[in-house]
């Protein structure tokens, strides 16, 4: 891309595929397949696998939910031409741990060239305009790739006149070069839907000089083990770690974002029971975060890896949601063979053993196949078990990490079960799901 004539040819193209799918009288469809935590009744968070602009378009058709949005934060791809890997152990049967193991997340180096990244950008922020409330606002997070040309785009869509801030988020990772200086940054480019936008200012630390105190008349101190400071409107540079290898946030996904980051920009632009959303959700720190701070949320992506990390880390954090996959996403149930022990009750159920097709689901990584080969359930990421399966929705009575393999799940009355259909629901650690029903007949 070498000229601003470019840059508005891809933004006209966007601007056109974006009307497009508004306009589109037969659109996807998606349904809810999963629920997970204790309001199975009332469906206030969601998670969803599938393309972003289709899934914004069932959100607004479907679900009725234009200018419903308080917030919507992105982290797309950065037009960075790479591949992205998600990195994991598994642990066999005698207890042996693998060495660390890495599968393609998602593929960056597909964008295309700059036109056809900044026409697929363009279309689904057109679409995040669409789902924001007037008081709502906008946070997209690149880096040096593409950030200057988005932020022309954003100028157009949602108006110069309501740009926030640009946001300088730096880290100590990332590597350097002998030809530049070391890139350590990313950028955060904050717009309002309207002049209305709602904005709640965050403060910080400002250390004194010599950290010593001022004793100013009027002017609250504080002290810690650095020395004094006072407090002061948050500025837009942020230092923040990026998530380590040995943080407890760590899941392994490639591009996985800290939830401190998240959190500065939900209080920000938000207040408690505040829909946000987020369209590029990755490992799901934003919903992670969003029901922490009693936000509710929705989040997209179209990886099956980020999927299965996002179904985990929300179980694991009490939080309650439901799953939403798009009708066509094809269904592996008949590549994956799980197996499934009920004890003679009904009351209890045991996940015994796990095989893929390791073809079709893309393995090549030697030391992988040797450990699923000898213990297929070293795959399995998490599993859970609804007692009572109506024939549509899997209502999760409990999520168990996939280490508990031997664990037996009682049902939520501690009982035995009549007549009943129990479903269970499998994601292993290549994003891949499985959805198996038996009939327990109590004998």
């Avoid at 985990?312 to 590549?335: A, C, M, Q, W, Y």
Wanted: net charge neutral; with cysteine.
């Amino acid at each position: 891309m070498s000229s601003i004539s470019d840059i508005a040819e891809a933004y006209r193209e966007g601007q056109k595929l974006y009307k497009e799918v508004l306009s589109r009288e037969v659109y996807p469809h998606f349904m809810m397949t999963e629920l997970y935590g204790e309001n199975k009744g009332e469906i206030l968070n969601t998670v969803a696998e599938g393309d972003s602009l289709e899934y914004m378009d069932h959100l607004i058709k479907d679900k009725h939910m234009a200018k419903r949005f308080q917030l919507i934060y992105v982290d797309p791809p950065f037009f960075s031409k790479s591949r992205y890997q998600a990195s994991f152990c598994v642990t066999s049967r005698d207890m042996k741990r693998s060495p660390v193991i890495k599968v393609d997340a998602y593929d960056d180096s597909r964008s295309g060239n700059m036109h056809e990244y900044l026409k697929m950008i363009t279309a689904r922020l057109l679409m995040m305009k669409e789902l924001l409330k007037e008081t709502g606002c906008i946070c997209v997070h690149l880096d040096w790739h593409a950030v200057h040309y988005v932020k022309i785009i954003m100028d157009e869509i949602f108006g110069r006149e309501n740009f926030i801030n640009e946001i300088i988020w730096t880290y100590k990772s990332g590597g350097s070069s002998r030809k530049s200086f070391s890139r350590k940054h990313d950028t955060l480019l904050l717009y309002g839907r309207s002049e209305k936008y709602k904005f709640n200012p965050q403060q910080e630390k400002s250390y004194n000089r010599d950290l010593k105190p001022y004793r100013f008349k009027g002017v609250e101190e504080f002290c810690d083990e650095k020395g004094w400071y006072t407090k002061v409107n948050m500025k837009d540079v942020w230092n923040i770690d990026m998530v380590g290898r040995t943080s407890k946030e760590r899941t392994g996904y490639a591009t996985q974002k800290p939830e401190k980051l998240m959190e500065r920009i939900i209080r920000a632009c938000s207040d408690e029971g505040d829909l946000c959303g987020d369209f590029f959700a990755g490992s799901g720190s934003f919903g992670v975060v969003c029901g922490r701070e009693k936000r509710r949320f929705v989040m997209c992506d179209k990886g099956g890896i980020a999927l299965a990390d996002e179904v985990t880390r929300l179980s694991k954090e009490n939080i309650s949601f439901g799953v939403e996959k798009h009708s066509k996403i094809s269904d592996k149930s008949d590549d994956i063979c799980a197996e499934v022990e009920i004890s003679s009750d009904g009351s209890e159920v045991r996940l015994r053993d796990y095989r893929f097709n390791k073809k079709i689901c893309g393995i090549s990584d030697s030391e992988f196949i040797k450990y699923i080969e000898t213990d297929g359930l070293c795959a399995v990421k998490a599993w859970s078990v609804d007692f009572d399966f109506d024939g549509n929705v899997h209502r999760a009575d409990r999520l168990l990490d996939g280490s508990a393999r031997d664990f037996s799940i009682c049902n939520a009355a501690g009982r035995a079960v009549e007549d009943s259909n129990i479903s269970v629901v499998c994601y292993d650690v290549l994003g891949n799901s499985a959805h198996m029903v038996k009939y327990a007949k109590r004998r």
